[in-house]
């Protein structure tokens, strides 16, 4: 293969390396615009076929393997993923690690939301809770926190320290770019100590962290599968509602979703309360990632309506727990 000539990847070696793997020419190549970490591209072949291309940089190939290994592990129990059509995660002969997927059928559930029912909100939140309960039938971590495999380090020995790292990184972020008074980070770890029973008995049962608004593939009002599976996380899978609550929430989106979720995991009265402070947590963490670059070419400015909504959601959640 050539070597790449610029510092990232781009359309030109997204078609290079598809048309050696699958022997034909690419039409199309055209760069999925959500994410933070990969470069993902939606490629289009002569033949009509689709796929999709995950390419992470040479420091995040642990992400890749991460994706190989839980799909190995999931895909056979029953947990809708993709096809990996062909994998180079070691970037035996490539500038970067990547791989190409089965492209499936259907948008992002935050693209398609509000187009959804009721009803076939309730019937992906039942599918989401039963795919998440398959998850958790996996052995337990031997740590709680985000891993590639059971054979990564479990950085936690407790779960309110996998919540304390997510409040610090979110701290370092609004430092660095000044524009957040990091004090909300704090008005979050305050409420921690009321939950302490509740949190100190989490065990480290694993879940898909990331089946949010993102990854989970709607196609005609049904779940058409589950992407980006890089790692996994150990600890409660209230973790998982809580994002998707935050997403929602942030996008000014009916909680119907949510609702559904919930009955269809049984959550309790203090649960309730509990998904209400893993939301502010999330809510520190989305203030964080304004102004951050991530894997842009440039620096996204902050906005002060951004700032003001999520400061309003912020207050809003503390006033409920």
């Avoid at 062909?86 to 948008?107: C, H, K, N, Q, V």
């Avoid at 398959?134 to 985000?146: D, S």
């Avoid at 559904?260 to 203090?270: I, K, L, Q, R």
Wanted: proline share 3%; net charge negative; aromatic share 10%.
């Amino acid at each position: 293969m050539k070597s790449q000539t610029h510092n990232l990847p781009d359309e030109g070696y997204v078609a290079q390396i598809v048309q050696q793997v699958r022997n034909e020419s690419v039409v199309t190549v055209n760069r999925f615009a959500t994410g933070l970490c990969h470069f993902v591209y939606d490629v289009v072949t002569e033949s009509g076929q689709s796929f999709v291309v995950r390419i992470a940089r040479p420091e995040n190939q642990a992400l890749l393997a991460g994706a190989l290994y839980w799909h190995q592990l999931l895909k056979p129990k029953g947990v809708p993923l993709p096809d990996i059509i062909y994998s180079d995660t070691e970037a035996a002969a490539s500038p970067f690690p990547y791989m190409i997927l089965e492209r499936l059928a259907g948008e992002d559930l935050g693209i398609v939301y509000q187009q959804l029912s009721k009803d076939e909100k309730k019937v992906l939140a039942d599918e989401i809770a039963h795919i998440q309960k398959i998850t958790g039938t996996l052995p337990l971590g031997k740590g709680f926190g985000f891993v590639g495999s059971y054979n990564s380090v479990f950085f936690q020995n407790k779960w309110i320290d996998v919540l304390y790292a997510s409040l610090n990184r979110s701290r370092k972020r609004m430092q660095a770019i000044g524009a957040i008074d990091s004090r909300s980070v704090d008005r979050v770890a305050e409420k921690f100590d009321k939950y302490d029973d509740y949190l100190s008995q989490v065990k480290p049962r694993c879940f898909l962290d990331d089946t949010t608004t993102k990854n989970v593939i709607v196609h005609e009002g049904k779940l058409s599968g589950i992407v980006d599976l890089d790692f996994v996380c150990f600890g409660d899978n209230l973790f998982t509602i809580a994002l998707t609550q935050m997403s929602l929430l942030n996008t000014g989106f009916d909680l119907d979703y949510i609702d559904f979720w919930c009955d269809a995991v049984g959550v309790t009265e203090e649960q309730r309360n509990v998904l209400q402070l893993y939301t502010a947590l999330f809510c520190v963490d989305f203030m964080s990632e304004l102004g951050q670059i991530f894997n842009k070419e440039n620096t996204q400015s902050v906005k002060s309506e951004d700032v003001l909504r999520l400061s309003d959601i912020l207050g809003a959640l503390l006033n409920q727990i």
